[in-house]
């Protein structure tokens, strides 16, 4: 007993001689992120009309298991493009009627901490994402988006999070890539700054003003190259870039390029800086523990450890009381999305596009013509694996066919800008083919020039479908024996006239292309980006895939069937390279 006594007194007197010393503190905080969700909502596919496997139902459960644990710290973020990509986006944003956007009150019953903006949710235009930004309960980070009248961020650049006195400054930034991809009147009044600059203006910035004891940078841009073209500017995909050159981040996440990934890049200062990206469509968490230590109250918190996990969400359950909470909803959507909107006679299959003139990519020139009474059309597959079924037409068929929300332009462009236009799609698109035993499709390659084994779907092909155009309303051939930039011999028109380099058309597109996404009008035609604009002489109030509803809805039913006007030679060397590519394509 004494001896207890004597402990304590002695104990006390320490603590009273020397406060700071038994004062030493250990504090754990999880960072969970989520990121190109692209309104996968709910366990059920909307467009396939059959349950799916992961949702934001499976983010809850997750995440409500996470907070459950002893002294939990969790911090919840989203990397950006949320609220695009299924029917419920399309219904939410733009047909359902409530005082709060479902969005909103999704992401504010999950509860998340903050959240960076991206493109696509740009892209639902301002009368959508400033209503949602409204209604966040958190911040909708975009430190490099600015007012363009005023200078300012016109979302919030940063936010400090604290987690038991630990303070934790999340910056979000975006790819700056929107004015190139969207028209204006979907960003009209918004500036984007290069990243890497705001990257360390921010830094700086809160090293001066905050008392931040860990930089999180959550960036809606992939990883990108570490030391890139220095033409390449400003980067599209800059989380690797940054997380090498701007010294002062802990750990970054990185999206946009819809990649998992868990990697550490050694920075310029010789510091390990952590670079995370959960995926897309709710498949995986991203989740990093950060462990601070100090060893007294009158010093601040030190970062000692970061940890890193990747967790599928198709192991959780969906969350029962997300479910309940958002049952009617559900319903809704589903009601939209099995609406009848007319008829098709035939099957037609996204993947037949990949190797000529077919019906799938001939159906939305046929409607891209049948709008703008335009001269020519341009159009890509824009669903790399996707079939159609002969018959009753639905409303989510039409999501299989146009995945995203595209205005329609109808641009003036001469006969050579055309042929130019073209010459830069089959350039990405087909490999040259020295012999029938050659690849027919432009496939990724290692290092020795090898198709890795691993690459199946879409991955197995260098560049993405949604960039390859093909043309309606001309008769021309692709001669893939021959090098890029002398493949496109156009023959004439469809109607038999004669086609003029140097006359000017009237061409049907979308508004990612003729905003200058992919590079097709202006590295391929030349045509300097401002003055894109000028070149638009009409364009849709709505959407094309609203536009294709209306038609369809118009007309008894639609015999699918391909233009054949135009086609690869030399034509048996084609076909074997077809051969030989499907099996990579196969998933």
Do not use: C
Not at 15 to 37: H, I, M, N, Y
Not at 61 to 78: G, H, K
Not at 98 to 124: C, K, P, Q, V
Not at 413 to 440: A, C, K, P, V
């Amino acid at each position: 007993m004494t001896r207890i006594f004597i402990t304590t007194l002695l104990l006390m007197a320490v603590f009273l001689l020397f406060p700071g010393s038994v004062s030493a503190r250990e504090v754990k905080v999880q960072v969970a992120v989520t990121a190109d969700v692209h309104a996968r909502l709910f366990p059920y596919d909307f467009v396939a009309n059959r349950p799916a496997r992961t949702s934001m139902a499976n983010v809850h459960y997750m995440v409500q298991s996470l907070r459950a644990r002893e002294r939990s710290n969790l911090i919840l973020l989203d990397n950006g493009d949320l609220i695009q990509g299924t029917p419920a986006a399309y219904y939410a944003n733009f047909v359902q009627e409530t005082d709060e956007n479902l969005f909103s009150r999704m992401m504010n019953f999950i509860g998340y901490d903050a959240a960076t903006i991206g493109n696509h949710d740009i892209e639902a235009g301002p009368e959508v994402y400033n209503r949602i930004l409204d209604e966040f309960d958190f911040p909708w980070l975009g430190g490099n988006v600015l007012d363009a009248e005023t200078g300012e961020p016109y979302f919030k650049p940063y936010i400090i999070i604290e987690r038991q006195r630990v303070k934790v400054a999340v910056i979000g930034l975006t790819t700056t890539g929107v004015p190139n991809w969207l028209p204006p009147h979907l960003w009209e009044g918004l500036e984007f700054q290069d990243m890497v600059e705001s990257a360390q203006y921010w830094v700086d910035y809160i090293n001066e003003n905050e008392e931040a004891d860990a930089i999180i940078g959550l960036f809606h841009s992939g990883f990108g190259p570490l030391e890139p073209d220095p033409d390449d500017h400003p980067l599209e995909n800059a989380s690797g870039y940054i997380a090498k050159h701007v010294h002062g981040f802990d750990v970054i996440f990185s999206s946009h390029d819809h990649r998992r990934r868990i990697q550490t890049v050694s920075n310029t200062a010789g510091e390990d800086v952590l670079v995370m990206g959960p995926g897309h469509f709710a498949e995986h968490l991203a989740l990093t523990e950060l462990t601070f230590r100090r060893e007294s109250r009158r010093e601040p918190f030190q970062l000692k450890d970061v940890r890193a996990e990747m967790i599928s969400t198709e192991k959780a359950v969906p969350s029962h009381p997300f479910i309940q909470k958002f049952e009617d909803d559900v319903q809704e959507i589903l009601d939209f999305a099995n609406k009848e909107v007319g008829k098709i006679t035939a099957d037609i299959h996204s993947m037949e596009s990949l190797f000529g003139s077919a019906p799938f990519t001939d159906l939305v020139h046929h409607v891209q013509l049948s709008l703008t009474e335009a001269d020519i059309s341009f159009t890509a597959p824009l669903a790399f694996d996707q079939t159609i079924r002969k018959g009753k037409l639905h409303m989510r068929d039409f999501f299989r066919l146009y995945e995203y929300e595209n205005y329609l332009y109808t641009m003036e462009l001469t006969g050579q800008e055309i042929i130019d236009h073209l010459e830069y799609s089959y350039g990405l698109w087909f490999n040259r083919m020295l012999n029938e035993d050659d690849h027919l499709l432009n496939m990724r390659r290692d290092e020795l020039g090898r198709i890795p084994g691993d690459r199946k779907g879409r991955q197995a092909l260098r560049n993405a479908p949604y960039n390859f155009d093909s043309a309606a309303g001309i008769e021309y051939t692709v001669d893939v024996s021959k090098a890029v930039g002398e493949r496109v011999e156009i023959l004439g028109m469809e109607d038999g006239s004669s086609f003029d380099p140097e006359s000017t058309y009237q061409v049907a597109i979308n508004s990612y292309r003729g905003s200058g996404g992919g590079g097709h009008l202006t590295e391929g035609a030349g045509i300097s980006r401002d003055e894109l604009s000028e070149r638009i002489s009409f364009t849709t109030e709505r959407d094309l895939r609203s536009y294709m509803i209306d038609y369809f809805s118009e007309i008894e039913e639609y015999h699918p069937e391909s233009r054949n006007n135009w086609k690869v030679i030399p034509e048996e060397w084609a076909e074997q390279g077809r051969k030989k590519d499907m099996p990579y394509l196969r998933r």
